[in-house]
């Protein structure tokens, strides 16, 4: 399987190896942030020195211009394996699309998050680093509304995405998988997806979902992938297993095209446009 591309940056983003020392509280450094203007949309990287990680990582801000100074919503966006939190900060579908919303655009985190499938495993505690280090941190620079959060990613990161919004019931307004990495058996995981066979069975987002078909609850659910993903059959499982449900809204597209960029890059638009209503209405 060949890896996300990344998408080429003008930011310099530094992601430092630097040990966190043990210490279990988080911190930012956002001040002198990297900055970049994009036509109404303000690029900046903020750096969250994580106690459930270990070491400082970067994270990508998107903050429309002209928004509200307080009660932001926050989509927090998990980028794919081979990607990272610089990935989508200059991509045009992404820019454009927060400029057609207007006052309806939220303000876009992307965290750094490796390769690590964005669950707590034995590199880190990366699900708590996402929802305890890095949504307050963005909060206290962008001024953010910590009731008005949606989680959502492309590939390794709408599997994060899903178990995010399973891990945390309450804690989000939507939650959405866009070309989810999701599989029928743990022969066919990505490699180094999981830690060993215990790993995967503790963080099994399409068992879940078949075992309990309302275990989403409430929360609004977004699933699409192409007709030639490498990932259909967990996603067409995915989906299946959650129609059942009496109370989640979901929302399920299969679209013409693979696991790539310019599949995600043509449909920024309706990603967005899903969490803003999704947001809105939180």
């Not at 942030?33 to 106690?51: C, K, Y």
């Not at 259909?232 to 499982?237: C, E």
Request: one cysteine or more.
């Amino acid at each position: 399987m060949r890896r996300i591309p990344i998408i080429c940056s003008l930011l310099l983003l530094a992601v430092l190896a630097g040990c966190g020392g043990g210490d279990s509280s988080s911190s930012t450094a956002p001040t002198a942030p990297e900055t970049a203007a994009n036509a109404g949309v303000r690029a900046e990287t903020i750096v969250v020195a994580s106690g459930a990680v270990g070491r400082e990582l970067g994270v990508g801000v998107l903050a429309p211009d002209g928004k509200p100074k307080r009660n932001r919503p926050l989509l927090v966006f998990l980028h794919g394996a081979g990607g990272s939190s610089a990935s989508f900060l200059e991509n045009e579908a992404v820019t454009g699309t927060l400029e057609e919303l207007g006052g309806e655009a939220p303000v876009i985190a992307f965290p750094e998050g490796e390769e690590s499938w964005w669950h707590d495993r034995a590199s880190g505690e990366w699900g708590r680093y996402v929802v305890e280090e890095v949504i307050p941190a963005v909060g206290q620079r962008f001024a953010t509304d910590p009731k008005r959060v949606a989680v959502g990613g492309i590939s390794m990161g709408g599997y994060g995405a899903y178990h995010l919004g399973l891990t945390y019931p309450g804690r989000f307004c939507a939650v959405g998988g866009h070309s989810a990495g999701l599989w029928l058996d743990p022969s066919e995981e990505f490699p180094g997806a999981f830690d060993d066979q215990a790993d995967y069975a503790s963080n099994d987002v399409l068992g879940a979902v078949e075992a309990d078909p309302d275990a989403f609850g409430e929360l609004p659910v977004w699933n699409d992938y192409g007709e030639e993903d490498w990932f259909v059959a967990g996603n067409k499982a995915f989906v299946a297993a959650l129609e059942p449900s009496t109370q989640t809204s979901l929302t399920a597209h299969v679209w013409p095209g693979g696991h790539d960029e310019s599949y995600w890059d043509a449909h920024w638009p309706q990603y967005l446009h899903f969490y803003a209503k999704s947001l809105a209405d939180c």
